[in-house]
């Protein structure tokens, strides 16, 4: 009568540790199924990002290609017309540049969430492009001449200047200066008028 009773018992144990093992394979398989959706998750996020800054980049080296060819453009003084090509060389290195960077900004913002950034690292990207369209804007400008003159003073202040480096501070007084050389000259040449 024992092994009547025993026979049924061992087989529901024997089942209960089968439909046991049989969770735990479950769940692990569902665990690593998961891993693999978030690692692929991740793989989509960082293609995005690199596919953005692809993007961005090749942006702006057409934007600095044109704009160096504008400015070796500007240069040529016995060409006629090649001031006005030149400066629309740079104007167009401008829309390159002006667009990549306006595009980067407006995608890292919009696909934020699916690129898994951080708000600390969209701040860092977002400042990175504006920065350097601020900077070619600036040595642009400067190349042109047509850089306001408070924008140098402003630079030439305590606070800026002793972050720059030293020839571009240098540069920015010879600039300063030959802007004050030239409005005295004008004003004389008024006066004696």
């Not at 144990?13 to 049989?22: E, L, Y």
């Not at 006629?80 to 290195?93: D, E, T």
């Not at 950034?117 to 190349?143: D, E, K």
């Amino acid at each position: 009568m024992r092994s009547r009773v025993q026979r049924p018992l061992q087989a529901s144990v024997r089942n209960a540790i089968k439909d046991k093992t049989k969770a735990k394979l479950a769940a692990k398989k569902a665990q690593a199924q998961a891993a693999c959706e978030r690692l692929q998750a991740t793989k989509n996020a960082l293609m995005m990002r690199f596919t953005n800054e692809n993007s961005y980049l090749n942006w702006a080296r057409n934007g600095v290609l044109s704009s160096g060819v504008g400015v070796a453009m500007y240069a040529q003084e016995h060409h006629r017309g090649a001031h006005l090509s030149g400066a629309g060389l740079l104007l167009l290195g401008f829309g390159y540049i002006g667009v990549g960077s306006m595009k980067y900004i407006h995608y890292v913002l919009r696909y934020r969430a699916l690129m898994e950034m951080t708000w600390p690292s969209v701040i860092a990207t977002c400042s990175h492009a504006s920065i350097a369209l601020g900077i070619w804007l600036t040595a642009t400008a400067s190349f042109l001449e047509s850089i306001p003159l408070e924008v140098d003073i402003l630079l030439l202040e305590e606070p800026f200047i002793s972050y720059l480096p030293n020839r571009i501070a240098q540069g920015l007084i010879e600039t300063y200066n030959l802007h004050q050389d030239d409005d005295e000259t004008i004003d004389e040449d008024e006066e004696s008028s």
